[in-house]
């Protein structure tokens, strides 16, 4: 039996806070309110997709310290399977300092991930691995993921791959991305060009069955080799945007999982990471499939 989802990416352990206003330096400040969750692209898609009664697998790398032992047990709540996941002694779990400024709606985020924590081949048992429909990448760990994707997709399992910040993943991992979503930031600095036709460019450079470009606010852009569309963003009284595109990502490959048509699955993932947005952090704003639908319905 296939699982319906693999993940491979970086794991970290969210300290969230909001401010009314970003502070100027030397400055004390008032917190609004503090949590922690677990965070990192392709756990907060899992996240989605276990909520929403998919299988699911995560890979990665966690110190053996409390920290790590969180993310683990958080995962495990989730539903996501665990076993894959590997623990480095005498290294510290991955940690993510978060600043939501309420009154600009914006965030700062300070990240410290180890070196000691970027996953290698000899980390995963790739030939022991159970069978997917979808290898879901954060493009990080390039050596692993590139083994990952090269045998998913020879297995027959669609590649999939979120980019959400400007840095440069290598074309011997790129080629076997069948999916590809991206955030503004990762193209913000090409010119001359808009989103549709940087969309279309990605897509025709990889290869890929459909490219997406989220914007925030602004919505999204979806190109394919047959069709090229938006989709608006939804309107709610937002809190946090913080892991919005990561539940966005989550929800898109649940549409695809369903049997929903690529404009269908666009349209489903704008909802729920909409949805998302109404809560403090990546996972909390998580909805479920019902509550998607239903809000949808008021649209």
């Not at 929903?260 to 109404?278: H, W």
């Amino acid at each position: 039996m296939k699982i319906d989802c693999i993940g491979c990416g970086m794991v970290v352990l969210d300290h969230l806070c909001s401010v009314e206003l970003y502070p100027p330096p030397n400055s004390k400040n008032k917190l609004l309110d503090w949590t922690q969750q677990g965070g990192g692209p392709v756990p907060t898609a899992l996240a989605v997709l276990a909520k929403m009664n998919n299988s699911t697998v995560f890979l990665g790398k966690i110190g053996k310290d409390r920290s790590g032992s969180t993310l683990r047990q958080e995962l495990y709540r989730y539903g996501i399977n665990t076993d894959w996941i590997c623990e480095q002694s005498q290294v510290q779990t991955a940690q993510a300092f978060i600043v939501v400024d309420r009154q600009h709606q914006e965030r700062t985020v300070f990240l410290h991930r180890p070196e000691a924590l970027a996953l290698t081949p000899e980390d995963i048992d790739i030939d022991h691995l159970p069978d997917c429909r979808i290898l879901h990448l954060d493009g990080h760990d390039i050596k692993v993921q590139t083994r990952l994707a090269r045998e998913m997709h020879r297995r027959g399992a669609m590649i999939s791959m979120d980019i959400g910040s400007a840095r440069t993943v290598p074309d011997t991992l790129m080629q076997w991305i069948d999916i590809l979503l991206v955030s503004q930031d990762f193209v913000k600095f090409t010119s001359g060009s808009d989103f549709d036709t940087i969309a279309y460019e990605l897509l025709k450079r990889w290869q890929c069955r459909i490219v997406g470009i989220t914007l925030g606010e602004k919505g999204s852009v979806f190109v394919t080799r047959e069709d090229r569309f938006s989709q608006p963003a939804y309107e709610v009284d937002a809190v946090d945007s913080t892991g919005a595109g990561d539940v966005f990502h989550g929800a898109f490959l649940h549409g695809l999982l369903k049997g929903m048509s690529y404009r269908q699955a666009v349209q489903f993932s704008s909802a729920a990471a909409a949805l998302a947005c109404t809560q403090i952090g990546g996972k909390a704003g998580i909805p479920f499939e019902n509550d998607v639908f239903q809000f949808l319905q008021t649209k």
